[in-house]
């Protein structure tokens, strides 16, 4: 039973260019969360979604991100036009429903050169 | 997004000690408690979770105090390994919507020999 899958591990762009995070969900989970974390910052909650919804995106900025979880497929964050800012681990995490444990990916690590 | 709250720490503990965490958090409508642990640039990875009866994995204790907001860990016997960042987690579903899985910043312990 594979874990959360989360593909790049390390992604490094330029400056304008767009980023794209692969987030596959455990096997049962529809429930998908993305974190951002910065160099000794705790992780900072971006968006919740459910099969095809978007929850709670309350910690998405308001520009160049989107996530998407669509019924077949991963769940996609894109940012668009990055800036060196973007730099950071990104974290996705699954759970089965609403108030379960969350199991966590290994974390996309973005670099903006 | 609602309130969880840590000490960041650090705590500084020798091998052996007992040392014990808190967290608060500030909705009273939040239904499920967890603890992670989160080792340097690596993902969060589940702890423990926390019921309302307190509950109790080896070394570790944790308990949960509704009336006045609260969830505690304990770790017993700490070993070098215990080194970690601690992450207070709390689901909440609320009226209007959900808001999933929030996190804590975290309190880093470090366990001295």
């Known amino acids: 039973n594979a874990g959360v899958m989360q593909n790049p591990r390390h992604l490094v762009r330029r400056r304008g260019q767009e980023a794209r995070l692969r987030c596959s969900p455990m096997?049962?989970?529809?429930?998908v969360y993305w974190y951002r974390q910065l160099p000794e910052e705790g992780l900072k909650f971006m968006v919740y979604?459910?099969?095809?919804?978007?929850?709670?995106e309350s910690g998405m900025p308001k520009e160049r991100f989107s996530a998407e979880f669509p019924k077949e497929g991963p769940s996609i964050l894109r940012i668009q036009q990055v800036v060196r800012g973007d730099s950071a681990a990104y974290f996705c995490?699954?759970?089965?429903?609403?108030?379960?444990?969350?199991?966590f990916g290994q974390g996309t690590r973005l670099t903006v050169v | 997004r609602k309130e969880v709250e840590q000490d960041p720490g650090p705590f500084n503990v020798p091998e052996g000690a007992t040392v014990a965490f808190n967290c608060t958090y500030s909705?009273?409508?939040?239904?499920?408690f967890f603890w992670y642990r989160q080792d340097c640039r690596k993902e969060p990875k589940l702890l423990m979770s926390?019921?309302?009866s307190g509950n109790e994995d080896g070394r570790f204790t944790a308990q949960l105090n509704r009336a006045s907001q609260y969830i505690s860990l304990l770790i017993r016997d700490s070993k070098l390994s215990d080194s970690a960042t601690y992450l207070c987690?709390?689901?909440?579903?609320?009226?209007?919507?959900?808001?999933?899985?929030?996190f804590g910043k975290g309190t880093h312990l470090i366990i001295q020999p």
């Open positions: 995490a699954s759970s089965a429903s609403l108030n379960t444990e969350a199991f």
């Open positions: 096997k049962g989970h529809s429930h």
């Open positions: 979604l459910q099969k095809e919804n978007i929850i709670d």
């Open positions: 909705n009273s409508a939040s239904q499920s």
């Open positions: 926390v019921y309302s």
């Open positions: 987690v709390v689901s909440t579903v609320s009226g209007g919507g959900a808001d999933g899985l929030t």
